[in-house]
């Protein structure tokens, strides 16, 4: 790793227009030559040469290549986590919050675009090192919602039957068990009969009335 001056330090550029402008502008370009050279044949040098960027640019941004494409899938996840987290926020009660949580999962699952792009930088991303503390972050970030959902079911009575944190990871794992593509190519299952499976094993598992 070429040498750094100390107020290059990596990761730790501060958050402004700028810095997200060159941030994003390192991701794009590395994109671009990942697609064209394939994760391992896409050298640091290729990037910046991409981006029109200098050495001090990357590392000022990037700790290592695999620091970027981890940033890179990060990125590429967070506006499905952001839309789900939001459609749990808006939902009147409990029981509509964990609806909504499934609903917003599985609009992920089934949409084509959305799925094949999270495929995609999952497939890259697991050539990085630190791939599967970033695998586990995003579940973590995915099920947040529901679980305070659940939380806020049982402290309202709605769950009564609840035990909060691993009813949440349950459902996630029984969602991706239904709708995850790799199952669907074995057994096909459209989006509405998923719902219905689904919701016919998590609402009477919490305890909930499933006409609420």
Known sequence: MPAVADDAVSGAARSTPESEAE???LMDAALKVMRRNGFQGA??????????LSTRAFYRQFQSKDDLLLAMFRTASGADVDTVARRVEEARTSVDAVRGWIDEVLAIAYDRRRIQRLVMFNGVARQAVGYEAE???L??????????AIRRGSADGSFPET????????????VWSVAGPHVRQRRPMDKERARSHILRFCLP???????A
Do not use: C, H, K, N
């Open 23 to 25: 941030r994003s502008q």
């Open 43 to 52: 050298s640091v040098q290729d990037i910046l040469e991409r981006a029109g």
């Open 135 to 137: 695998e586990a972050s």
């Open 139 to 148: 579940q973590d970030r995915l099920v947040s919602p529901l679980l305070e």
């Open 163 to 174: 035990d909060p944190f691993p009813d949440a990871y349950s459902i996630f794992d029984l």
């Open 205 to 211: 598992a919490l305890g909930a009335d499933p006409d």
